[in-house]
């Protein structure tokens, strides 16, 4: 009887591994490909914990109805996610989802938050702190990019400090890499 107790588990260990490895292959983008282990490491000087890839359908606004990849790293302290998805069709496209990062930015600046653009050709990069009344609220710093008919998210966040040009540079990386 215990026997069979443990053929079970074992059998239901290898088919949740194998529905989540097929998961993680089947996403539209496959962000966690952009960028590597060794990218990340030497980037923010830490270990990477984990990873995982997911896609999500865009519930509203210019892009409802798409599809976004995303991956998320744990690096040591430091969380680091990557959303892929088409490219704007066309400049109001890309005003609209623009002006959608100015809104957070917005609101993050009506808690208290310092957001300060990154000032940076070739992407849309800014920084930011939370306030002193925050204190579990983490910094960090991203950038938006489109390459290769493809618009991405990376944003960085974690105790240690992270600049626009060190995520920039990993952008880079990533624009590179795409398909």
């Known amino acids: ?10 059998t239901t260990v290898l088919i ?37 890839d997911r896609d999500m359908t865009i519930p509203a606004g210019p892009y409802k ?11 040591g302290s430091t969380y680091v996610t990557l959303n892929v998805i088409r490219g704007p069709k066309n400049p109001q496209e890309q005003a609209a989802g623009l002006a959608g990062f100015r809104a957070k930015e917005e609101g993050l600046k009506g808690k208290g938050w310092a957001v ?5 050709p070739g992407a849309d990069c800014v920084s930011v702190k939370p306030p002193a009344s925050e204190p579990t609220a983490l910094p960090g710093a991203s950038c938006v990019m489109v390459s290769k008919g493809l618009a991405f998210w990376l944003g960085v966040n974690g105790k240690s400090s992270v600049t626009v040009q060190e995520v920039k ?4 990386r990533v624009a590179a890499r795409l398909p």
């Open 1 to 10: 009887m215990k026997r069979t107790h443990i053929v079970v588990l074992f």
């Open 16 to 52: 949740a591994t194998a529905v989540l490895l097929t998961a993680d292959a089947a996403t539209k983008y496959q962000p966690c490909s952009l960028l590597t282990a060794a990218d990340l490491e030497a980037a923010l000087r830490a270990k990477v914990d984990r990873f995982a």
């Open 65 to 75: 109805g798409d599809i976004m990849s995303t991956c998320d790293w744990v690096v």
């Open 116 to 120: 300060e653009p990154g000032n940076i």
């Open 169 to 172: 540079a990993l952008a880079d």
